[in-house]
């Protein structure tokens, strides 16, 4: 059980947009810890996409946004593209845990 | 180009020990924290331990502790996972991450460390 709740899949079609939720606690995002997001293509190490809630590192597309809000925070994917399949974690500091926690990951698949 | 090269995993018989190395290279290794995060088979990603820029400070998931040391040689811009006591349940892909402002913004490419008899 991850500390962090996220949906285990979400689809959609090419062109259209898509949100994955990744829920915390007062441990964690609630204490105002950022929500950084990852993207793990099938095969391959994961790459930082979203960090401090809502920045992209350089080279991440646009179509790529993040927000947080309370103890929650949200990947938003606009404009999909049959690359963007992959896997999406999203992980934050835990206070109580003194360490880093990730979500369950999020299959995202391209319809 | 900023890189991590993590390497040392192995097979591994249940109770016994691997060292994990990962080896840093295109930014100033002493100024940053560093991370070592897990993912078991077809499962998400773990994290295990972290350690400040001087390596004074160790911190660990509870599952790992008493077990695990994470450590560095900043001479030689390199991070270690000592693994003693292993069980089937260490089975994973282990990665080195460069560890800012609470994330992982850089990784290697993943060793794997399998336990098994």
């Known amino acids: 059980q991850s500390v962090l709740t996220q949906p285990p899949s979400v689809s959609g079609a090419p062109g259209q947009s898509v949100t994955i939720s990744c829920t915390g606690s007062s441990s964690n995002i609630g204490a105002a810890f950022a929500v950084h997001w990852y993207q793990q293509l099938p095969g391959t190490a994961p790459k930082l996409l979203i960090y401090?809630?809502?920045n992209r590192p350089s080279g991440v597309p646009e179509r790529f946004s993040g927000s947080k809000s309370g103890t929650s925070g949200s990947l938003a994917i606009s404009g999909l593209q049959a690359e963007d399949e992959a896997d999406y974690y999203c992980?934050?500091?835990?206070?109580?845990?003194?360490?880093?926690?990730f979500g369950g990951g999020t299959k995202l698949t391209v319809l | 180009e900023v890189q991590l090269v993590d390497s040392g995993g192995g097979l591994v018989q249940p109770g016994g020990s691997l060292r994990l190395s990962c080896a840093a290279s295109?930014?100033?290794?002493?100024?940053?924290?560093m991370s070592w995060v897990r993912q078991a088979p077809g499962k998400g990603l773990e994290w295990v331990a972290n350690i400040n820029p001087d390596g004074s400070g160790k911190y660990c998931v509870d599952s790992v502790k008493g077990r695990f040391t994470i450590s560095r040689d900043n001479a030689k811009s390199s991070l270690y996972l000592q693994m003693n006591s292993l069980r089937a349940d260490d089975t994973a892909v282990y990665y080195c991450a460069k560890y800012s402002d609470y994330c992982m913004d850089v990784w290697g490419k993943g060793t794997t460390v399998t336990v098994s008899s």
């Open positions: 401090d809630n809502n």
């Open positions: 295109g930014f100033t290794f002493s100024d940053y924290w």
């Open positions: 992980q934050s500091y835990d206070s109580s845990l003194s360490g880093s926690v």
